[in-house]
DNA sequence: GCCTGTGAATCCATTCACAGCT
DNA sequence: AGCTGTGAATGGATTCACAGGC
């Protein structure tokens, strides 16, 4: 195993990025890949996959290409998605029940094995998955009884911290917060900060910027 | 107006970030924060956020810090985020939909203002907010007749490219595409790709790395 | 004394260009 | 001939460290 530690987190994100096309070409019978090819359907430079995966390895035949399906393998190793992980998440509003529902979820391989609400009148009630809202304050034993493996954070701002102590409380290692407040987190555990609506400011400011002067008609 | 071109996009997307712990200074009635206070609250250097601001201007008062409520107009109007946005969003499975009862786009000034489903047995159907689901042979008429800025792609992924030709064909300048696909995009048009699983897939690498050898337990 | 604004230094990431293998 | 793997070169972004102003 190559040493992990002083990878690019841009490498890791796009190792996910790569496996999107490699799903693709293994599905419809296309055994061999270049470099340039997946990097045209990434939108990234060839020399970028092909240093990308020389962090870990010499997955590819010179003068020929890369396997496929070998190298999907190899990236879902990597990554650690070879297996399924579990998930636990907090906050039912819209976005969460979306999430217990998505289907890119389930189809990569996680797995949503409880579902909690800091509202308590929201205990009960039963999703179209099958699982049934639990009160926050079960976060502890549950998670821990379960080993759940990630949470996701789906509550209001206000709410977001406190429901992340929850689930520090449950020893979990990892969080995904798509609350718009950043989750301060121990050491102990990773938090990856989605807040979906920088992602539309960006874009606006980008817009703004190009248009700026010449009138939007 | 300093010369926009070459500022790094990272310091746009944490224009955005900054932006919410100062919503809530404002807020709570404190009138003046440091870059240090700032930086801490959005987890980063404090001589990053002077020299994001530094920029576009100087906006901060040396020996004091930065007037709250001053600065996130000034951020504001520098993204471009002091105007109402409006959107239009394509695939109306539970992600669309939970997008478009979102409070946060709301509070911040983004309005959508027509949903589409490539499904057309969808249309017809009310949201909650008001809005009617329409057939996506729709898009380019409706969307340059109500001048709509932006457009959110929630289709799955292998329909993707089609609501976007749609989206380009209706003249809409800014995309944000959550589906699988990274969708190619004319120069005229600007796309901001977000895969939500390659989040999770992220946050598997590092704890997978993290805990390597030791046992999870 | 305190905190901003900023050149200089450092660190990190991407791209180039070619050697090496099939 | 073709495409990978990789050192070297380039280009960006972050952090340091201190000058400048309150």
Redesign the pocket.
């Known amino acids: 195993m190559t040493k992990r530690s ?1 990878i ?4 890791i994100e796009r190792l996910a990025l790569y496996s999107r096309p490699l799903q693709s070409f293994v599905e419809s019978d296309t055994p061999i ?4 090819k997946l990097a045209e359907l990434c939108g ?5 996959v ?2 990308d ?2 962090y870990f390895g ?9 396997d496929a399906q070998e190298l999907l393998r190899e990236i879902k190793r990597i990554l650690g998605t070879d297996r399924e992980w579990t998930i636990c998440i907090v906050g039912m509003g819209n976005l969460g029940m979306s999430l217990v529902e998505n289907d890119n979820f389930r189809k990569r391989g996680y797995r949503f094995v409880a579902a909690f609400d800091l509202d308590s009148r929201k205990a009960g009630r039963r999703l179209p998955c099958g699982l049934a809202i639990q009160p926050a304050c079960n976060i502890p034993e549950q998670v821990r009884g379960l080993g759940v493996d990630l949470g996701i954070i789906t509550t209001p701002s206000r709410e977001a911290q406190r429901a992340a102590e929850l689930l520090f409380k449950a020893n979990i290692k990892g969080i995904l917060n798509f609350s718009a407040t950043q989750v301060r987190a121990p050491e102990c555990c990773i938090i990856e900060n989605v807040d979906l609506s920088v992602k539309l400011e960006n874009l606006v400011y980008h817009l703004e910027t190009l248009y700026k002067g010449m009138p939007m008609k």
């Open positions: 002083k690019p987190s841009p490498t890949v270049s470099s340039e990234v430079n060839p020399a970028q092909r240093k995966l020389a010499e997955f590819g035949v010179r003068g020929v290409g890369y």
